[in-house]
């Protein structure tokens, strides 16, 4: 009697911790950081907009101390050496469930890029790309373990050969600065959510595989990523966050075929397609919040622990995301 009544209250236990019933709490979705976290029931639409803002200073080469541009001109070898970037994407997003376990996405971004940099007779100028990203597609379907898997598609919407002012004229900006893939990619991913009545957790896996090369003759590097996350509740409207993230990202393949010349000329280790690429792993802290119209706002910092680079480029010194969500 005593062993049945202690394997039900395991077995309750665990149904609770597995629990996924969170719709009322501010933790019910994951950090704004992350996304495809969640599926929705039958007939239910989703709306959402985020704003990303990314800031890189500080050249670094493998693993190593940071190193300012200034040290690497001109006895890096290189006549150009980028100073520091921003990016600011603005991502659009909807969702849809057509059932209970099918929910359909699609994502579309908008990228703002500046980056500043110095030449080797000590000139300063800085570059500009924007533009629309390359488009998401994709399903998430639920799985009866619990796992939300994920399969999707990346559109090559976003251009690879975006131009601007530099001091040798109008040229094709280096791979930082481009805006899109320019090729189709896979994208596959799975996440896992459980709740205690305190508490909530998350973990997620996600790859992206290039498919082929693009239409100036490379590819970038395929992508995988791992971030898992424990979130609470300190209001009935706000849930403070705690994640951390990997990203790997491998070299690219093949040359642009606009950088022959900068290449050949050691222009900048920008142009060079087996620098790109690396390793980064974050730490984040975050905040969600519920309104009772059902509007969702949150906020998330992110901040770099470890970097490795495949090459010299700028260093990660963190970034904001910012974002909105309704469901109807």
């Known amino acids: 009697m005593k062993s049945y009544t202690l394997g039900r209250a395991i077995a309750g236990l665990l149904l609770v911790i597995s629990s996924n019933t969170?719709?009322?709490?501010?933790d019910s979705h994951a950090p704004i950081g992350v996304m495809a976290d969640h599926g929705h029931k039958k007939g239910e639409w989703m709306l959402s907009y985020r704003t990303m803002r990314m800031a890189m200073d500080s050249l670094i080469e493998g693993s190593g101390e940071s190193l300012a541009s200034a040290e690497l001109l001109p006895e890096g070898g290189y006549r150009v050496m980028p100073e520091d970037m921003t990016?600011?994407?603005h991502m659009l997003g909807a969702m849809y469930a057509p059932s209970d376990r099918l929910t359909l996405m699609v994502?579309?971004?908008?990228?703002?890029?500046e980056m500043a940099s110095q030449t080797a007779m000590g000139m300063s100028f800085d570059t500009a790309s924007s533009g629309i990203g390359d488009a998401r597609l994709g399903a998430l379907i639920q799985h009866p373990s619990g796992w939300l898997l994920r399969?999707?598609?990346?559109v090559p919407t976003g251009d690879q050969d975006y131009q601007g002012m530099t001091p040798m004229g109008l040229s094709t900006l280096p791979f930082p600065m481009q805006i899109g893939s320019g090729t189709w990619d896979i994208t596959l991913g799975a996440t896992k959510v459980v709740s205690t009545p305190t508490h909530s957790f998350g973990v997620q896996f996600s790859a992206t595989a290039r498919l082929g090369d693009n239409d100036q003759g490379y590819r970038q590097g395929h992508v995988f990523a791992t971030t898992a996350w424990a979130?609470?509740?300190?209001?009935?409207?706000?849930?403070?966050?705690?994640?951390?993230g990997f990203q790997h990202q491998g070299q690219y393949a093949g040359e642009h075929v606009d950088y022959a010349m900068a290449r050949e000329m050691s222009v900048a280790p920008?142009?060079?397609a087996e620098l790109q690429g690396g390793q980064l792993a974050q730490v984040a802290l975050g905040l969600n919040s519920l309104w009772s119209n059902g509007h969702r706002w949150a906020i998330e910092y992110q901040h770099p622990?470890?970097?490795k680079s495949n090459g010299l480029r700028l260093s990660h010194q963190g970034n904001?995301?910012?974002?909105?969500?309704?469901a109807f």
């Open 22 to 26: 969170l719709a009322d709490r501010p």
């Open 151 to 154: 399969a999707g598609l990346s």
């Open 320 to 326: 904001w995301n910012i974002g909105w969500q309704k």
């Open 231 to 244: 979130a609470k509740p300190v209001s009935e409207k706000l849930s403070a966050s705690l994640r951390f």
């Open 87 to 89: 990016m600011t994407m």
């Open 270 to 272: 920008t142009f060079f």
């Open 107 to 113: 994502m579309l971004p908008y990228l703002d890029n």
């Open 305 to 307: 622990v470890y970097e």
